[in-house]
């Protein structure tokens, strides 16, 4: 599993009142079971809700291999973030004016470090 959102909140880039979780079918499945997780449709998919915590097993727009993010993680204290190369990637397909702003943002962290 790898932390979506979390790419920008662990860096301070940004805030954020809840994390994405991105995971293999196979977990989402055994999550979709257990007790307090609930199912929540987006657009034509769903994801899992518990406690501010969202577990996704696709990601859209665009066409991305879930286990192939997970595979190439940026560790920040032990833990495994998407990379700022796929979160700029998919803001750029969402181009909303929020993640335009974000991938600016992104930009400019990325020349600095």
Same mark, same amino acid.
């Not at 987006?42 to 286990?67: A, H, M």
């Given at each position: ?8 909140? +662990?860096?301070?880039? $940004?805030?954020?009142?809840? !994390? /994405?979780?991105?995971?293999? @079918? &196979?977990?989402? %499945?055994?999550?979709?079971?257990? +007790?307090?997780?609930? $199912?929540?449709?987006?657009? !034509? /998919?769903?994801?899992?809700? @518990? &406690?501010?915590? %969202? ?59």
């Amino acid at each position: 599993m790898v932390v979506g959102s979390g790419a920008m909140l +662990i860096r301070g880039l $940004r805030e954020g009142h809840d !994390i /994405d979780v991105f995971v293999t @079918k &196979d977990l989402y %499945e055994e999550y979709r079971r257990k +007790i307090g997780w609930k $199912r929540k449709p987006c657009n !034509i /998919d769903f994801y899992l809700s @518990k &406690d501010g915590i %969202e577990l996704w097993d696709e990601w859209r727009p665009g066409n991305w291999n879930v286990e192939k993010l997970i595979s190439e993680a940026e560790y920040i204290d032990g833990i495994a973030f998407l990379s700022l190369k796929w979160t700029m990637k998919w803001k750029k397909l969402c181009g909303r004016k929020k993640d335009l702003e974000h991938v600016k943002i992104i930009e400019g962290y990325l020349k600095k470090n």
